[in-house]
């Protein structure tokens, strides 16, 4: 009867302790979409642990000849731990090191379509020389 009683208290414990340790998605980082060799989309986000807000940018880059990059900050607010609605009209999901990203505003997307998977990569500086210090 105590090994089935310690067996249950062990069960129970396995499962309950990771239910409820609420661990976050690191949602700080950068995270990589390559469209073609040198078509590359980027969304970068600052994400401080008491806030339910994200901070970044959106980044379109080319590296054809050289690199030419155009970007515009965002905000996001977490509505799960693992989603995140931005002022954009984009709704963010983050699975490990796998960023998802929808459009899902009624309105047509203005500009570039972000809309696809990324993966988390090294910073920008540290992925390409943008001549930046050295």
Known sequence: MQKLV????VVIMLIAVPAC???????NGTF????EEDHILVI???HY???DYLNGSEIEMWTGNGISQSSVSIG???TKKNTADSNRGYRYTLKGDTLTVK??????VFGTDFSGTYVRGAS???????????
């Open 6 to 9: 310690l067996t249950l208290m």
């Open 44 to 46: 970068a986000f600052e």
């Open 124 to 134: 920008i500086e540290e992925t390409f020389d943008t001549g930046g210090d050295e």
């Open 76 to 78: 996001a607010e977490l």
């Open 49 to 51: 642990d008491s806030s």
């Open 32 to 35: 990589y979409n390559y469209l």
């Open 21 to 27: 340790s609420g661990r976050a998605q690191d949602w």
């Open 103 to 108: 459009y899902v505003d009624d309105d047509e």
